[in-house]
Structure formats: C-alpha cells, structure tokens
C-alpha cells in the first residue's frame, strides 16, 4: 500500500511562488514515479508534471519553464516549485506515487488528498 501526505497550497498573487510536497508512505519496495495532476473548477483533472525513479522530469506545456518537479529518494517525497503563476494555474493540485512491491506482482498507482492553490489578486 501507498499513503501520501500533501502540502504547500495556498493563496498567492499573480507572479508569485509556492512549492508543493507529497510524501509517500507504506509498505511498498520501490518508487517508479511521482508526479502531479491538477484539477480546476469544472474542468478534468489534468497532467501537470512528473519525476522517474533515475530523476527524468516532464511537464506539461502550460507549466514548462515555470515549474520544477523534483524528488528526495531518500524521504520518498515530491516537489513542485511552481514560479510566475498565473490565474490560470489555481486548481487543487494532486499527488500521484507508482510504486511496486513488496511482492513481485505488486503493484500501487496512490493519489493524495489534493491541495488548493489559488492565483489571484
């Protein structure tokens, strides 16, 4: 199993900065990525950005050269450092961990609780 703990939303100008975590926990052997999904008012959830295992990022082109995802092998937790927002980025942001083990067949595809973030003046 996969739990995940999620943080750093909140209400920020247009222009500004906040950074987001995700801490995975549980009984899992490997982390084979983490990422994160958003979700605006009305609209699906969409992906935002992502980190393997060996540290290979990919964003999506709405947020590429503003945010920054990243992970700490060692504390299983994500990042995201979001810059230059926009009001277009307020959703409620979500985590998601894929992991495997402990058995060979076993295999955890976890989403967080979601944290808001709000871009706005």
């Known amino acids: 199993q996969v739990q995940l703990v999620e943080s750093g939303g909140g209400l920020v100008q247009p222009g500004g900065s906040l950074r987001l975590s995700c801490t995975a926990s549980g009984t899992f052997s490997s982390i084979n990525l983490q990422g994160w999904h958003r979700q605006a008012p009305g609209e699906q959830r969409d992906f935002v950005a992502e980190?393997?295992?060996?540290?290979?990022?990919n964003y999506a082109d709405s947020v590429r050269g503003r945010f920054t995802v990243s992970r700490d092998s060692r504390t299983n937790t994500v990042y995201l450092q979001m810059n230059n927002l926009k009001p277009e980025d307020t959703a409620v942001y979500y985590c998601?961990?894929?992991?495997?083990?402990?058995?060979?067949?076993?295999?955890?595809?976890?989403w967080g609780q979601g944290t808001l973030v709000t871009v706005s003046s």
């Open positions: 980190v393997t295992a060996g540290g290979f990022p």
């Open positions: 998601n961990t894929q992991a495997s083990g402990p058995g060979p067949f076993d295999s955890w595809d976890a």
